[in-house]
T-cell receptor
Framework: GAVVSQHPSRVICKSGTSVKIECRSLDFQATTMFWYRQFPKQSLMLMATSNEGSKATYEQGVEKDKFLINHASLTLSTLTVTSAHPEDSSFYIC?????????????FGPGTRLTVL | DAKTTQPPSMDCAEGRAANLPCNHSTISGNEYVYWYRQIHSQGPQYIIHGLKNNETNEMASLIITEDRKSSTLILPHATLRDTAVYYCIVRGFNYGQNFVFGPGTRLSVLP
């Protein structure tokens, strides 16, 4: 399957700071990228969907001014958590979808664990 | 997208087949059944998908009932590394459409 990477894999920051998470599709062009959040012992919850070159579409209850998403190219999307607070501590996972094959599966990154102190 | 129902947890002995059921009684004609799994603290991993025919790949087999209202994922020879949460997801075949994850089935492969 295709490879999607995330960086960093783990980050610890102080409350009030901003954190940027990168998501890269390494061997295919990702026309659409998705950002999910997963709290302990819970399932993945979609935060937003982004298409290359256009604004992201956010799910209900997700603050677009707090979670800034940029999908500037077909291989890179970034999620910036602005003014992070302890309640933003979570496992953030991106996935990418593109016209790589007919299966139309999404390829998921390894996740980024954010801890806000 | 149609909703799916899975048992919250299952155990399986190492080396035996693991059969994970999924109910999707409201599936529509153009919706596929996808299976992903998530090993602790990792991103979900694609396993297999199907429309109405049974499918097999190097990881697993997918058996879909004739009425398509349920399916079973089969891991033929479970290993300890197959311990994970398995998600059954029903979704239309449209590019750019997201997956909706339910709680999944936590499979524990026991030595």
């Amino acid at each position: 399957g295709a490879v999607v990477s995330q960086h960093p894999s783990r980050v610890i920051c102080k409350s009030g700071t901003s954190v940027k998470i990168e998501c890269r599709s390494l061997d295919f062009q990702a026309t659409t990228m998705f950002w999910y959040r997963q709290f302990p012992k819970q399932s993945l919850m979609l935060m937003a969907t982004s298409n290359e070159g256009s604004k992201a579409t956010y799910e209900q209850g997700v603050e677009k001014d707090k979670f800034l998403i940029n999908h500037a190219s077909l291989t890179l999307s970034t999620l910036t958590v602005t003014s992070a607070h302890p309640e933003d501590s979570s496992f953030y996972i991106c996935s990418a979808s593109g016209r790589k094959n007919l299966a139309n599966e999404q390829f998921f990154g390894p996740g980024t664990r954010l801890t806000v102190l | 997208d149609a909703k799916t129902t899975q048992p919250p947890s299952m155990d399986c002995a190492e080396g035996r087949a693991a059969n994970l059921p999924c109910n999707h009684s409201t599936i529509s004609g153009n919706e596929y059944v996808y299976w992903y799994r998530q090993i602790h603290s990792q991103g979900p991993q694609y396993i297999i998908h199907g429309l109405k025919n049974n499918e097999t790949n190097e990881m697993a087999s997918l058996i879909i009932t004739e009425d398509r209202k349920s399916s079973t994922l089969i891991l033929p020879h479970a290993t300890l590394r197959d311990t994970a949460v398995y998600y059954c997801i029903v979704r239309g075949f449209n590019y750019g459409q997201n997956f909706v994850f339910g709680p999944g089935t936590r499979l524990s492969v026991l030595p």
